[in-house]
């Protein structure tokens, strides 16, 4: 079972970016996007059920951002727009095989699998 994060690269600032996740050998329940800048913690950013009943978004990325799955390819995209330098961090894709509930997607400790990350930079 790997998770296998790409897509990372350069954007400016109000650009648009598109980071994906692939889940070899096993389809997880939920999927969750996480972030960590330079100097800070990783947060939560975004998450979704495979079943898509349930998505939930960080306050800060709410309406710029869009989670969704890819059914066909067993991935995971994560749509970035409208891109500020504050989303620059290495952006991490963790996965779990149970259906996460709201309340606890996101939280790092509920995901069970993590990929390796990648880089976005926002960036004149």
């Known amino acids: 079972v790997q998770l296998q994060a790409s897509g990372g690269g350069l954007v400016q600032p109000g650009g648009s970016l598109r980071v994906s996740c692939a889940a070899s050998?096993?389809?997880?329940?939920?999927y969750g996007w996480f972030r960590q800048a330079p100097g800070k913690e990783r947060e939560f950013v975004a998450g979704t059920r495979w079943s898509g009943t349930t998505t939930r978004y960080a306050d800060s990325v709410r309406g710029r951002f869009t989670i969704s799955r890819d059914k066909s390819n067993n991935m995971v995209h994560l749509e970035m727009n409208s891109l500020k330098p504050e989303d620059t961090a290495v952006y991490y894709c963790?996965?779990?095989?149970?259906?996460?509930?709201?309340?606890?997607?996101?939280?790092?400790?509920?995901?069970?699998?993590w990929g390796q990350g990648t880089l976005v930079t926002v960036s004149s």
């Open positions: 963790a996965a779990d095989s149970r259906g996460l509930i709201f309340s606890s997607m996101a939280g790092m400790s509920a995901y069970e699998y």
């Open positions: 050998g096993f389809t997880f329940s939920t």
